[in-house]
């Protein structure tokens, strides 16, 4: 099994920056990609952003110029920067991984728990 563990998230005036974290754990062979999500309410979850490969990342056209995605290989560990935020990007922000979890295995997606990030204006 593998576990994410995210953090950062809160409450934070409109312009004002906060940042993300999720770290992967438990039964990790390799890591194909990781990712944000958001889901705010009344609305379909929805992809942030997303990392694989060297460093190859997507982003939500909402988001480009604001969000920054980096990670950390050796602690597994993915961030999302979040600048300049603006009340539309208040929703829970999941973190998502694509994990082998052995050398034959086929990569299965995983989900974090996760953070309310919440804008005011």
């Known amino acids: 099994q593998v576990q994410l563990v995210e953090s950062g998230g809160g409450l934070v005036q409109a312009g004002g920056s906060l940042r993300l974290s999720c770290a992967a754990s438990g039964s990790i062979f390799s890591i194909a990609a990781m990712g944000w999500y958001r889901q705010a309410p009344g609305k379909q979850r929805e992809l942030v952003v997303s990392?694989?490969?060297?460093?190859?990342?997507n982003y939500a056209d909402s988001v480009k110029g604001r969000f920054t995605i980096s990670g950390d290989n050796a602690k597994n560990t993915v961030y999302l920067q979040m600048n300049s935020l603006k009340p539309e990007d208040t929703a829970v922000y999941y973190c998502?991984?694509?994990?082998?979890?052995?050398?034959?295995?086929?990569?299965?997606?995983?989900w974090g728990q996760g953070t309310q990030v919440t804008v005011s204006s």
């Open positions: 990392i694989s490969g060297v460093d190859t990342t």
């Open positions: 998502n991984t694509l994990v082998a979890t052995m050398r034959w295995s086929l990569p299965q997606v995983y």
